[in-house]
Structures are given as structure tokens and as C-alpha cells.
């Protein structure tokens, strides 16, 4: 084995002379420089590679790359966490590492704008802990925590932590305008401009607008045509004031505005032979789910997109 490694060298350096080309080409130097990137898992800024935590990192060129627009598209990118969206994008809750929101319980996930917690969601339903429209545009990363954090974040972080870390004001005259357009009539403008004011006063302001027609069929005929549309407008003014050089004043004024028609279920089977694992009885509701189930299949209303309402002008709105 070492002959054959010797003159396998051998052979490589003549070809390599035969050729003109010195061994210097043949096997060059590569310098890679990694791309420092600061979080705040301890309720501090550091670098990335100093934190002994489990986390997921995702900075705004990712998300914009991506086209993360609201919660359930961050659960796509993350390993370990997943997005409950039974109750609409709006209202999305997590799950990290199992640990999820039970009926009459508050989340194990707790979600950060800025270091503030987020609005929980009502105990009653598996809906709404933070992140809803508006959310995710102008933003430094995402981070999501693994794990408890209960230390540095407090109660209810059992499964872990999403810190949404909006971009600071900085120094320089800067700003973006951003104009998108998709199917389903989706248009989306986003505008943000950095101002400084003095040497020690700093300003920035964004606003966010999309509005999208939506992917899912009424096919009840009653109230709208679609469902799972979007209509929000969100603003953000954010200030620094350096009082002193070792003490500053961070403000954000944020203002969120969404209005649309909700996401229905969609009934795609029927359960009419097992029995409820719990107490062993059988569905008692089987029989008429499956006729009605068979009759959208008659109608090909079956699909899964199709979806019920019965409500004439239905509404999910959300101020904050």
C-alpha cells in the first residue's frame, strides 16, 4: 500500500511538469472567512459560536430568500419546531421537541418581539402566542431556542423560546422600498428608511402591506367565495437616544392591523368503523359525516381546498 501511494505522488508530480504547471497551481491555498453572526439566547448580545444553547438561526436575507411571511413558514426551515395553524396563519402557535399546547393550558413556546413577550394565546383553543402579520419584515434574525429556557425567559418556555429581533437604528442615511406581486391577486410593499438625527439620536421607521386573495373554495355558497386570504398593514418606529456613553434609551412604537375571513376545516374522511380509543364507544356521528362526505364527492366538491361555511360575513380580525 505505501509503494502505490509513492508512485501515485511520482506519477502526479511528472504529469504535472510534463504539463507546464507547477505544483502551487495544482493545489492552492483557500481561505474561507465565516460570517459572524450575533444573537441574544442570553439575554445579552454575542457571538453565535459562544452560545451553549441549541438554536436555530435564520437572518432577514434568509427569510427574504425563502419568502417567510408568517409564522408556519418558520417551522418549514427549523428543525424540532412545528406551527399550529388549525385556527388560521394569524393565529399560529408552536411546538418545540414535543412540547405543545394542550387544551386549558397555556404554550410551552414563548415568542419575543424585541425582548418582549408576545400576547398568549387563549387557554381554551391551541391558537395565538405571537408572531402574527407584520411581523417579519425588517428584522435582524429569528431565533429559535431549543429546549427550557425558563432560566433567562421565564414561565412557560418549557419546550422553548422564538425571539423575533427587529433591525436597530443605526447611523447611516438608508432606507428600501420593495414592491411584490404573486398569484392569487397577492401584491405586497414594504418601505423602511433609517434617519439620524444627531450623534446621538437615531430613527427608524417601516411599513408593511400585503393583501392576497384566498386559496380555499366556499363552496356553500354562502358569504364570501374564498377563504384563507390576507389583508394586514403594519407600522414600526423605533428610536435610539444615547444618554449617556454607557446608558441608552431603546423605544419601539409598533401598530398591526390585519382583516380577513378566516381558514375553515376542510372534511376529507370519515371515521365510521373504529372505535374512540379512549372509552371504546363507537362514532356516533360517523354515519352523517359520510353522507356528507359522499355527497361533495358526488357534487367533486371533495377536494382539498373545498371547505363549509354557513356564516354570512365571517370575520377574523386582529388590532394590536
Known sequence: MKRKVIYSSILLATA???????????????????????????????????????????????????????????????????????FGADSTNFAIRGFSQELRTTSSVGVYFAEVIAPRGANTTQSADGAGPGDFFDLENVQVLKGPQGTLF???TTGGAVLLTPKKPTDEFEGYVEGSVGNYDMKRVQAVVNVPVADS??????????????????????????????????????????ITDTLENYTIVKYTESDNHGEPYALLDCNTTEPNPRNGSMPAYGALCQGDLNRRIASGNNGEYDVYNFHPDPSNEIEQ
Do not use: C
Open 201 to 242: 439620536f437615531r430613527m427608524r421607521f417601516g411599513v408593511d402591506h400585503q393583501k392576497r386573495d384566498g386559496y380555499l373554495n366556499n363552496i356553500s355558497d354562502v358569504g364570501p367565495s374564498d377563504f384563507a386570504n390576507m389583508d394586514y398593514t403594519s407600522l414600526r418606529a423605533s428610536f435610539v437616544w444615547d
Open 154 to 156: 421565564g414561565r412557560n
Open 16 to 86: 504535472a511538469m510534463g504539463m507546464g504547471v507547477t505544483a502551487p497551481t495544482i493545489a492552492q491555498e483557500r481561505s474561507f472567512q465565516l460570517e459572524e453572526i450575533v444573537v441574544t439566547a442570553r439575554r445579552r448580545e454575542e457571538r453565535l459560536q459562544d452560545v451553549p444553547v441549541s438554536m436555530t438561526v435564520l437572518n432577514q436575507d434568509a427569510m427574504h430568500n425563502a419568502n417567510i411571511i408568517n409564522a408556519s413558514d418558520i417551522a418549514t426551515y427549523t428543525p424540532s419546531l412545528m406551527a399550529n395553524n388549525h
